[in-house]
C-alpha cells in the first residue's frame, strides 16, 4: 500500500510557498520539503495538526491511499452489519 502526500497540490491551491508554510508552522524548511516531496516515512499528528491549520484544510486533503501494482484493494477488509470496514 502507498500513502500520498498531497502537501505541494494544497499549497498550490493556496498560494502558500515553502518557507511561508515554515513560518506558519514553526516547522523546518527541511522537514516540510521531505513530506511536501513524498519522502517521509512517518508523519506525528502534532505535525499534521500545525499543517492543517496553517492552510485550513483536513488530514483527507493532505494524505490518501493508493493500492501498489497488483494489490487487490480488498484484501483485509472486514465485512461489518454489511459493510466494509478495513481492519
Known amino acids: 500500500m502507498a500513502i500520498v502526500v ?11 510557498r515553502l518557507g511561508e508554510l515554515a513560518e506558519r ?6 522537514n516540510l520539503s521531505v513530506l511536501k516531496n513524498g519522502r517521509a516515512r512517518a508523519v506525528r499528528f502534532t505535525t499534521l495538526e500545525a ?11 493532505l494524505l490518501r491511499w493508493e ?21
Not at 499543517?51 to 486533503?61: E, N, S, T
Not at 493500492?67 to 465485512?79: F, K, T
Open 6 to 16: 498531497d502537501l505541494d497540490v494544497v499549497m498550490a491551491r493556496r498560494k502558500v
Open 51 to 61: 499543517v492543517c491549520a496553517a492552510l485550513d484544510c483536513q488530514p483527507g486533503d
Open 25 to 30: 508552522t514553526g516547522i523546518t524548511v527541511n
Open 67 to 87: 493500492p501498489d501494482d497488483g494489490e487487490d484493494p480488498d484484501r483485509g477488509a472486514v465485512p461489518l452489519a454489511g459493510r466494509r470496514v478495513d481492519a
